[in-house]
């Protein structure tokens, strides 16, 4: 059996921000000591209720600080980011960790409007958007001269650089609540993120 840390800094002032943010990257050097397997990054914008708000940058610090601990994301809220644009930084990332990353994709809030609000982006693109944002994550990490007509993104490039660390790609895994969701993940042997 692994464990890993689920960080989940919650900052009750804008003023404390800076400290909860310092404090959370402190608990993952200590996670690593401890000999954790990973340390997981949640997202939430604009409330408090995670302080480093942006899972995809401080992952980028956790990963200069430390040497042997996973990355992983519990998870981006994919309505939230354009999945191209999130295909290079995770590329980056990979690099940067030697392959310690973990792209865990969500759909996102169910209850936090305002996080779609802030970024413009329906509540229904978070429901809709997983399955095409997978999909043109794994065209963006595995293939050239990648064009793709969807529902949500029309896109065309030569190639994603830097090219993945690991091969063929970053390891995927889901955020499922519902049955339904859980079924279909688990149908396909697929190991998934889930709440109780």
């Known amino acids: 059996m692994k464990f890993g840390n689920w960080l989940f ?28 397997h990973s340390v997981w990054l949640n997202e939430h914008h604009f409330d408090g209720s995670s302080a480093f708000a942006d899972p995809v940058t401080f992952a980028s610090a956790i990963g200069m600080c430390t040497e ?5 994301f519990a998870v981006l809220e994919i309505a939230l980011h354009h999945p191209v644009r999130l295909a290079a ?18 759909r996102g809030s169910v209850a936090n409007h305002y996080e779609y609000e802030g970024f413009d982006v329906s509540m229904e693109m978070g429901a809709g958007a997983l399955e095409e944002a ?13 064009t793709h007509q969807g ?3 029309n896109t065309k ?40």
């Open 9 to 36: 800094p919650i900052s009750l002032s804008p003023s404390r921000d800076g400290e909860a943010i310092a404090n959370a990257l402190n608990e993952v050097k200590l996670s690593e000591d401890c000999g954790f």
């Open 68 to 72: 042997r601990i996973k990355i992983g």
């Open 89 to 106: 930084q995770c590329a980056l990332i990979d690099h940067l960790t030697k392959g310690r990353l973990i792209v865990g994709l969500g």
């Open 134 to 146: 997978e999909d043109l994550l794994i065209k963006a990490w595995t293939q050239e001269n990648v």
């Open 151 to 153: 529902r949500y993104w």
């Open 157 to 196: 490039f030569p190639a994603i650089r830097p090219v993945t660390y690991s091969q063929p790609h970053p390891q995927l895994i889901r955020s499922a609540i519902s049955d339904g969701s859980i079924s279909k993940l688990a149908g396909s042997c697929r190991p998934f993120l889930t709440g109780g």
